[in-house]
């Protein structure tokens, strides 16, 4: 596992042990339900989690069901959410998600002022936040975002290889 860690006191680090297990908890309940939609889409799951840690939004991969181009799990969490918050900003928040975003949701999760990404697998192909390329360091992004990748790594890469495995035997 890779994580991320800013500099800090042991208190702080204590701290960020216990958030790393709540959020180890919140990947486990993601990937289920990655499962359940990995039926009918790519199993990808986002929730969003407010600055006292309660879900405020959920979404899974939607694309084929709403014939939407922008149906990304991590755009559906964050509508959900604003529309709990009232609000665009998100600089107090947390979006988890089994896979690295994607250029086009990196980019929300910059226009949004998320607070904190925290992602499992490695996107090499697709990802927009180091995985291929990282656009939370680019200069274009005027948001600065806390990013912890690898989250249950193995865990959640393994459900994804199992999804596109299965997608090539059956063309
Ligand atoms: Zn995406």
């Known amino acids: 596992m890779r994580y991320i860690f800013e500099n800090g006191n042991s208190n702080r680090n204590q701290q960020k042990k216990l958030n790393n297990s709540n959020f180890s908890k919140w990947m486990i309940s993601i990937l289920r339900r990655s499962k359940e939609i990995g039926k009918v889409e790519i199993p990808i799951c986002s929730i969003i989690l407010d600055e006292r840690g309660r879900c405020i939004g959920r979404g899974v991969n939607r694309r084929n069901i709403n014939k939407d181009p922008l149906g990304h799990a991590e755009i559906i969490a964050l509508r959900q959410a604003s529309l709990i918050k009232n609000d665009w900003r998100f600089n107090e928040c947390t979006i988890i998600t089994n896979l690295e975003p994607c250029t086009m949701c990196a980019s929300a999760l910059i226009q949004a002022r998320m607070g904190k990404v925290i992602f499992g697998a490695y996107d090499k192909k697709r990802g927009g936040l180091g995985g291929s390329i990282d656009l939370s ?22 459900i994804l290889q199992i999804w596109f ?4 035997t059956q063309k």
Do not use: D, F, N, T
């Open 137 to 158: 360091k680019h200069e274009s992004a005027h948001h600065k975002m806390e990013i912890i990748g690898g989250l249950l790594e193995e865990e959640c890469s393994q």
């Open 165 to 168: 495995k299965k997608l090539r």
